[in-house]
């Protein structure tokens, strides 16, 4: 575990700060979502990577309507509408 030297207070609504420095090395953006998970005494969060809806597969990923669908399960699907 790398310790950054960060430090935060949480809020009265239980938010803290990511500090930019942290978030730009990681990689997250404004409005990227995270997932939060436990492990004993640690909260460990998380950048969610985005997966295909039916394989969760994360590569070659398109958006339809409002889900992320990779090319493979997207061709698959072709011609079995109604089926």
Excluded: Q
């Amino acid at each position: 575990m790398k310790v950054t030297g960060f430090v935060r207070k949480i809020d009265d609504v239980g938010r803290f700060l990511l500090p930019f420095e942290l978030r730009r090395e990681m990689g997250i953006s404004e409005h990227d979502s995270i997932e939060i998970f436990t492990h004993g005494e640690y909260i460990i969060l998380k950048k969610c990577a985005p997966a295909c809806v039916f394989c969760d597969g994360t590569e070659d990923l398109e958006e339809f309507r409002g889900k992320v669908v990779c090319g493979e399960c997207a061709a698959g699907m072709v011609g079995k509408a109604g089926t």
